[in-house]
């Protein structure tokens, strides 16, 4: 298939090749550039609710708060909340899909959609991210569903040896989950995957409006 001969093109590249086919031109950020959560928590107010999770600073040093545009991020994967159809839309659906170029729409196509709750992978074409894991939100408040976003993104990741990924605000749009509910159920997922699968990531780097919850969670404070 066409897109399969640009995935493995892309895939191939050495970091200074590829980096003159992004989408973002120069305006990419890596990761050393993205301070970890022990980094970021020393500048922000810190309100303590009841303890969930103790605080473990060898764990928030794998999380980051990251505030500007997802699809210029050089990791290995940018997750997309994605529609069932996995065939583009609106917000963060398309604006990847418009910086990935037309192959990852090819790609999508053959993937034959994706279930509320699931995740699937693609190549990141001219992101600079290496791949996309695409999931699917619910649509109102419906926090098992929202778990298994992340789980299964982040489940994603370790089983195709990826270290570094990127989650924006899942569901939390037109889809209409209040930011603050789905932000302590990504904070709270993301902290039991780390607990039990440690080695296997390096960084998880979450949108901007989870920043107006973790502190509150203890284990991230």
């Not at 001219?126 to 982040?154: F, M, Q, R, W």
Request: proline residues 4%; aromatic residues 8%; hydrophobic residues 35%.
């Amino acid at each position: 298939m066409e897109f399969e001969e640009a995935k493995n093109k892309y895939l191939k590249m050495d970091v200074k090749e590829k980096r003159s086919s992004y989408h973002c031109k120069t305006s990419f950020v890596s990761l050393e550039n993205i301070p970890s959560w022990t980094e970021y928590a020393a500048k922000v107010e810190k309100v303590q609710s009841s303890p969930e999770f103790k605080k473990d600073e060898r764990l928030n040093s794998k999380v980051s708060i990251f505030v500007g545009d997802i699809t210029a991020l050089e990791i290995d994967a940018i997750v997309n909340a994605a529609n069932n159809s996995l065939r583009g839309g609106g917000g963060v659906d398309g604006a990847i899909h418009r910086a990935a170029g037309k192959s990852l729409l090819a790609e999508c196509i053959t993937l034959n959609g994706c279930p509320t709750g699931e995740a699937k992978i693609t190549g990141g074409y001219k992101l600079p991210a290496k791949y996309v894991i695409h999931t699917v939100g619910p649509v109102g408040e419906k926090p098992d569903l929202l778990k298994n976003c992340y789980s299964n993104s982040l489940n994603v990741a370790k089983e195709n040896g990826l270290k570094t990924i990127a989650f924006p605000c899942i569901s939390t749009g037109v889809y209409g989950y209040p930011n603050k509910n789905a932000a302590e159920v990504a904070l709270k997922t993301v902290r039991g995957f780390l607990e039990k699968n440690e080695a296997s990531i390096d960084r998880i780097n979450q949108n901007e409006e989870i920043s107006s919850i973790v502190c509150q969670i203890e284990g991230f404070c």
